[in-house]
């Protein structure tokens, strides 16, 4: 991911790790355009790191490879079952038995609950005494787009760290242009059946997918602005002319309705993303719904 977006959150973290005064438990809140589930996973890889660089994870080392593979034993994620379901107390209950045992690597035990707000009331409880005294080296994050739907008592053992909503102009800035202007290109020859909507989804399902939702929010956003007011485009201050004109031929293909749809996918992805859901299922979906909402 692009930690140019984050990049005060991520100095305060490294900071925090570099001085040896990282908390035992940090609570990340903001709104659900903040990748903090991200920045968390990734804050988890240069903890667990075994050859930090300066304010990042080697990437080459035992531990970076056993991250990379989603097979690390010192990360632990607390999740629901499903997407919209509850985190029950018989998870929590398993999770501090293994935070009883030592690390595998002999380092740093991380969790990650995600999302935080899932943690019904017995399981909030439960994690009151581990949050306020964990064994051993343990640092648990704690992700949540409602701080306000977890308990006082959770929420006044974490320290937090607030995530801002991501700028349109900062994020277009920071996304690789060259992948921006071949996703346009890309979007338009849906719409001319110049490729289908599988070798789409299963091309763009390689890339991180928290930056690319995000993108074609964006798009499907500022293109629902120009079909309502096609003057909208003096304000898009974060796409290029030649990207202005490309997003005015797009959206000249749909009604204001059949994007308002593509931009509510988005959002729902977007909610769900962090429970390890098919994006490229999504993104086929998506493609089909894009190539079909025109108005020809």
């Excluded at 079909?227 to 909208?232: S, T, Y």
Aim: proline fraction near 3%.
């Amino acid at each position: 991911m692009n930690m140019a977006i984050h990049k005060k959150e991520w100095q305060l973290l490294t900071n925090l790790f570099a001085t040896n005064r990282l908390p035992h438990a940090l609570l990340f809140t903001g709104t659900i355009t903040a990748d903090k589930y991200n920045v968390a996973l990734k804050f988890a890889q240069y903890i667990l790191c075994q050859k930090p660089l300066t304010n990042n994870a080697c990437g080459d080392c035992k531990s970076c490879r056993l991250f990379t593979a989603k097979n690390h034993p010192d990360l632990l994620l607390l999740e629901p079952d499903a997407s919209g379901k509850q985190i029950k107390i018989d998870q929590v209950r398993a999770l501090i038995n293994i935070l009883t045992k030592t690390s595998h690597q002999s380092g740093y035990k991380i969790v990650i609950i995600n999302p935080a707000d899932a943690l019904n009331i017995a399981a909030s409880n439960a994690l009151l005494k581990t949050l306020e005294e964990p064994l051993g080296q343990t640092c648990i994050i704690l992700c949540s787009s409602n701080e306000n739907k977890l308990m006082e008592t959770v929420r006044s053992r974490c320290q937090k760290i607030r995530f801002s909503a991501q700028n349109a102009n900062n994020f277009i800035a920071q996304y690789d242009q060259i992948i921006l202007n071949e996703l346009l290109a890309d979007l338009d020859s849906l719409i001319k059946e110049e490729i289908t909507f599988v070798a789409f989804a299963k091309k763009y399902a390689k890339k991180d997918q928290i930056e690319l939702i995000n993108i074609l929010q964006i798009i499907c956003r500022d293109m629902l602005l120009l079909r309502l007011d096609p003057e909208a485009k003096k304000n898009f201050n974060h796409f290029s002319e030649e990207q202005i004109l490309q997003l005015t031929k797009l959206a000249n293909h749909f009604n204001p309705e059949k994007l308002i749809k593509l931009f509510d996918l988005l959002i729902e992805n977007k909610k769900s993303q962090e429970h390890n859901i098919n994006q490229e299922l999504f993104l086929t979906e998506f493609g089909l719904l894009f190539s079909r909402s025109t108005e020809c």
